[in-house]
């Protein structure tokens, strides 16, 4: 069984940045995706932000010109840097990787954004 483990999360002030590392417990083969989502408090998880196996990139709106995701060439590990953090981007965020046969998900970290 593969284990995501993510870091990095922290409290910031709005305008400054963070920078999320997912790491896997093995290689992972036939990646099709590694995506970060997150889960702001009452509301439901939604997907910030993909890297496809071809190494495509792909964000949600409202973190388009901010975020940037990223993986390195073992495939091991995986990064979010995330600048001008606003409050609305508080929330815990969680990586995950998708094959053709299963979805892998991190146990989260928290983004705390302080106006």
């Known amino acids: 069984q593969v284990q995501l483990v993510e870091s990095g999360g922290g409290s910031v002030q709005a305008g400054g940045s963070l920078r999320l590392s997912c790491a896997a417990s093995r290689r992972i083969f036939m990646i099709n995706s590694m995506d970060w989502h997150r889960q702001a408090p009452g509301k439901q998880r939604e997907l910030v932000a993909t890297?496809?196996?071809?190494?495509?990139?792909n964000y949600a709106d409202f973190v388009k010109g901010r975020f940037t995701i990223s993986r390195d060439n073992a495939e091991k590990l995986m990064y979010l840097q995330m600048n001008s953090l606003n409050a609305e981007d508080t929330g815990v965020y969680y990586c995950?990787?998708?094959?053709?046969?299963?979805?892998?998900w991190g146990q989260g970290t928290q983004v705390t954004v302080s106006a």
């Open positions: 890297i496809t196996r071809g190494g495509s990139t």
């Open positions: 995950s990787v998708t094959t053709p046969s299963d979805q892998y």
